[in-house]
């Protein structure tokens, strides 16, 4: 008897062909190079780290961070924080289980990846879509803890940028509603705000009125509620509003923040 060894598969990455199919045309760069770079580090089984991530990419670190953030509002993967909000462990899932094609496997404890339980949104909401989740009231505690968070600290500081005003705890139990109960990606919760903005509308009412019904109409990325803006733009019978360098809802340019700005208050 002898051992049968093929050297190819030594210096090869699997990526699904579900990821290919469903996920992968909704990504941008960052997205699409963190999550093959999580693949390439769970088939070698070497650690990642986000300074290195970054590095690597030319990305910032916070763009490291979004991008898992967008994998795991999707159902990709799911990440292990520690007391501080701090990445320690992702946990990549078995796509065919997300499907619902197989029964999930059960984790390999020696690997740092493993079997998310939860599923991910539907790219198009079904005709008997269950009613989103109510806003419930949560405790001081939750919403301080919520605020606490670095990534959160910096989706807060950029909602306070579009709305031109410090954030009311009630309006901050809006976005953590959005975020935690609709499951909104932060790059989705700022093009939200900035598109109710650009339409002079800075009442939290109804951004929330509008996140409830993009959730109803199965939006989870940045990209299809851009398409969802531009085909009711098109419909609408009153004139087309005139063209700004300054419109951001009508260019839809890359958003700028002042980091710096952002720093000193995560620092402070």
Known sequence: MFAIYNDAMNDSTIVSNLFIDEYMKDANDA???IYLYLLRCMSSGRSADIQEMADRFNHTEREVLRSLKYWETRGLLVQELDSAGEVVSVRLCDLKAIQGQKESAPADPARVISIAPHLPQAQEA?????????????????????????????????????I??????????????????????DDLIDYLIQYCVDLGKKDFR??????????????????QAERRVSGAARTKKSPARPKSSNNRFNQFEQRQYDYDALEKILGS
Do not use: C, M
């Open 126 to 162: 079904p005709a008997s879509a269950a009613p989103a989740p109510r806003r419930e009231k949560h405790s001081s505690e939750v919403i301080a803890a919520f605020r606490s968070n670095e990534a959160r600290a910096q989706l807060l500081f950029i909602a306070e940028q579009y």
């Open 31 to 33: 997205q699409l190079k």
């Open 206 to 223: 109804y951004i929330e009125k509008v996140a409830l019904k993009w959730s109803q109409e199965g939006i989870t990325t940045t990209k």
């Open 164 to 185: 031109g005003k410090p954030l009311s705890v009630p309006e901050i139990e809006v976005i953590y509603y959005i975020s935690e109960d609709l499951h909104f990606s």
